[in-house]
């Protein structure tokens, strides 16, 4: 089972836990857009009733109204049942490192809004440590991302803009900001990151998910394997 394949394998795992009637988060990504794709297919069938996807960017609102995917805003619903996201790193506790598709502070909106939030990856995601591989992306309010590459400095780690592959100059978030690309040694305590980063003025968001996942679903060469709390 290659990477591609194991993708397809926790998105599908994945539609067990909807049912009729869900609100569910709507992730970005590669993994997740299986889901999406798999999950239109389930409403188109008639399998699926009354089911709304709360889009975590324009990417995944996009791909859900291609796939018959009924389409609401986060302050249209009272409650989001479910959420469903992939992620950049997992370690052994759960905790994530999310954000390399620059749509992380919507993402922690609604999946920290969220009943239930499963997390899909394959099994290249696991990791012994956050920052094992994948630096923290942090949405800044572009003014100020050089004092705040700046600072970040402090914890002992480097900050990089992030710079866009089809235009010129850095990439721009949904909101209109800018992202810094933070390369920590290694990450020990998650939760205390990620409050300290979100304490420097002029940080919007960080990509560290800690003590959020409920269920991991992982994809590996021998099928999909379960992590949950």
Excluded: C
Aim: cysteine-free; hydrophobic content about 45%; charged content about 30%.
């Amino acid at each position: 089972m290659n990477v591609e394949e194991m993708k397809k394998a926790v998105a599908k795992e994945a539609l067990n836990l909807i049912e009729d009637e869900m609100v569910i988060g709507l992730g970005t990504g590669s993994t997740t857009a299986y889901f999406i794709r798999y999950l239109g297919k389930l409403i188109m069938e008639g399998e699926l009733e009354e089911v709304y996807g709360v889009p975590t960017s324009y990417q995944a609102r996009l791909l859900a109204l291609e796939a018959g995917v009924p389409v609401v805003s986060l302050d249209e619903v009272d409650a989001i049942d479910i959420a469903v996201d992939g992620a950049d790193e997992v370690d052994p506790q759960m905790n994530l490192i999310k954000g390399r598709g620059a749509a992380l502070t919507m993402e922690k909106i609604i999946e920290y809004r969220a009943g239930m939030f499963v997390v899909l990856v394959d099994e290249t995601k696991l990791v012994e440590w956050l920052g094992q591989k994948m630096p923290v992306p942090i949405e800044v309010i572009p003014v100020a991302w050089r004092a705040i590459a700046e600072e970040i400095e402090v914890f002992n780690a480097t900050a990089e803009l992030r710079m866009a592959e089809k235009k010129d100059g850095p990439v721009v978030t949904d909101n209109g900001n800018f992202i810094l690309d933070a390369k920590f040694h290694r990450i020990e305590d998650p939760l205390d990151l990620e409050i300290e980063l979100n304490n420097i003025p002029g940080v919007v968001e960080n990509g560290i998910f800690a003590d959020i996942a409920d269920l991991v679903l992982v994809g590996t060469k021998d099928g999909v394997k379960r992590m949950e709390r």
